[in-house]
């Protein structure tokens, strides 16, 4: 029994402590919360905001930032607590809009990725569309974000 159990001890040590370092090497992605932001109707918004390149994030970690990204749309600019958020816009058109929906997934310390999934219905004309977010992390602005449009029918 003795024999045993110093022959399988080492090698059940091992297993475990294997199994300790390979659970701890891949960290689960954490969800940052969002806010989505109405900064008015989707086509005027992106008409006015047609000099940035589409399908690009925007990011703002500043008051200055934020109104000098936004400084065309007319309408109040939402408020925003910089010292805890930041601000990100993306604009881009699609068939016939339906529906959108966008998440913020932190991979590393310094590494996100941002999906927004847009449900296109068939039309003859591009529709407008706009995601302007807030989050409740701010994130850095020497951050890697990963931009994923997803169109589906």
């Known amino acids: 029994m003795n024999k045993w159990i110093i ?3 080492p090698t059940i040590l091992l ?10 090497c891949k960290k689960k ?9 109405d900064l008015g109707n989707r086509g005027e918004v992106c008409n006015l905001m ?4 589409g399908e690009k ?3 703002a970690n500043t008051k200055e930032e934020y109104e000098t990204l936004l400084h065309r749309i007319p309408n109040s600019l939402p408020n925003i607590d910089f010292s805890t958020s930041t601000f990100i816009f993306i604009h881009g058109g699609v068939q016939c809009l339906l529906n959108q929906k966008v998440s913020l997934l932190q991979e590393k310390s310094n590494k996100y990725t941002l ?3 847009l449900l296109e219905g068939i039309g003859l004309s591009v529709e407008s ?3 302007a977010i807030c989050t409740n992390k701010k ?3 020497n951050a890697t974000i990963n931009l994923k449009i997803n169109k589906h029918f």
Not at 29 to 37: F, G, H, R, S
């Open 50 to 53: 047609n000099h940035l390149d």
């Open 57 to 59: 994030l925007y990011l």
């Open 7 to 9: 022959r399988t001890l």
């Open 129 to 131: 569309w706009y995601i």
């Open 15 to 24: 297993l475990i402590g294997a199994f300790i370092v390979l659970s701890g």
């Open 139 to 141: 994130i850095p602005n």
């Open 115 to 117: 999906t927004v999934d």
């Open 29 to 37: 992605n954490e969800k940052i919360d969002i806010t989505e932001l």
